[in-house]
T-cell receptor, first 110, second 115 residues
Framework: DAKTTQPTSMDCAEGRAANLPCNHSTISGNEYVYWYRQIHSQGPQYIIHGLKNNETNEMASLIITEDRKSSTLILPHATLRDTAVYYCIVRVFNDYKLSFGAGTTVTVRA | DVKVTQSSRYLVKRTGEKVFLECVQDMDHENMFWYRQDPGLGLRLIYFSYDVKMKEKGDIPEGYSVSREKKERFSLILESASTNQTSMYLC??????????????FGAGSRLTVL
C-alpha cells in the first residue's frame, strides 16, 4: 500500500476554510485517496474519495495534484463540530483492508 | 437514522471470560468489519467478512474469532479475554459494489475493559 503522511495537528478558525494536506508520493495508478474523520467518542465517518480528478460533496472538497503525489481536503467553512481526527488513506478501490494511521487532529476554534 | 448498531457501548469483563460483541447493520451491506482502536496505534483490522459465513483475517486476528450467520449481523468473539484486549472495538460495513467496498459506515464503538 502507498504510505500517507499527514501533519500531526492543526488549528483552524471557525468560519474559515480548513485545508488538510496529505502526501502519498508512492501512490500507484489504481489507488484511490480516501478521507475519513473521527469525532471524539464516535466511530470514523467517511468524507470523500477520488482517483485523479477533484471531487466535491456536501461535506468537503478533495483536490489531488496532477502527479497524484499529494492531496488536500478542504472544509469550506469550518465549524466547531468539525473538530476531529482526519485520516487520509490510499487504497485500491476494491480492497477491503483499509488501514487508518494516526491522522491529523484538527481543532476548530471560535 | 442509526445504520450500524453495536450491542454494548461499555463492557467490563474478567480475565478468562468469553466475550461476545455484536454488530448489526440495516443497509443490506455485503461486507462487515471489526477493528480495534488503541491510543497511538490507530485502528487495526481484526477480521472482515464479505458474505454470510465467509470471513478473512485482518492484521491482528490472534485471540479473536468471528461469526456471520446472517447478512446483517457480524459477531466478534473473544474466547478467553485477556487484559491486553482492553480496547475500543469498532464495527463497520460497506457495500459489495466495486466502488463501495472502501466506503465504510462505522458503529459508535464498544469500549471493553478486561480486569
Amino acid at each position: 500500500d502507498a504510505k500517507t503522511t499527514q501533519p500531526t495537528s492543526m488549528d483552524c478558525a471557525e468560519g474559515r476554510a480548513a485545508n488538510l494536506p496529505c502526501n502519498h508520493s508512492t501512490i500507484s495508478g489504481n489507488e484511490y485517496v480516501y478521507w475519513y474523520r473521527q469525532i471524539h467518542s464516535q466511530g470514523p465517518q467517511y468524507i470523500i474519495h477520488g482517483l485523479k480528478n477533484n471531487e466535491t460533496n456536501e461535506m468537503a472538497s478533495l483536490i489531488i495534484t496532477e502527479d497524484r503525489k499529494s492531496s488536500t481536503l478542504i472544509l469550506p467553512h469550518a465549524t466547531l463540530r468539525d473538530t476531529a481526527v482526519y485520516y487520509c488513506i490510499v487504497r485500491v478501490f476494491n480492497d477491503y483492508k483499509l488501514s487508518f494511521g494516526a491522522g491529523t487532529t484538527v481543532t476548530v476554534r471560535a | 437514522d442509526v445504520k450500524v448498531t453495536q450491542s454494548s457501548r461499555y463492557l467490563v469483563k474478567r480475565t478468562g471470560e468469553k466475550v461476545f460483541l455484536e454488530c448489526v447493520q440495516d443497509m443490506d451491506h455485503e461486507n462487515m468489519f471489526w477493528y480495534r482502536q488503541d491510543p497511538g496505534l490507530g485502528l487495526r483490522l481484526i477480521y472482515f467478512s464479505y458474505d454470510v459465513k465467509m470471513k478473512e483475517k485482518g492484521d491482528i486476528p490472534e485471540g479473536y474469532s468471528v461469526s456471520r450467520e446472517k447478512k446483517e449481523r457480524f459477531s466478534l468473539i473473544l474466547e478467553s479475554a485477556s487484559t491486553n484486549q482492553t480496547s475500543m472495538y469498532l464495527c463497520a460495513s460497506s457495500s459489495g459494489t466495486a466502488f463501495g467496498a472502501n466506503v465504510l459506515t462505522f458503529g459508535a464503538g464498544s469500549r471493553l475493559t478486561v480486569l
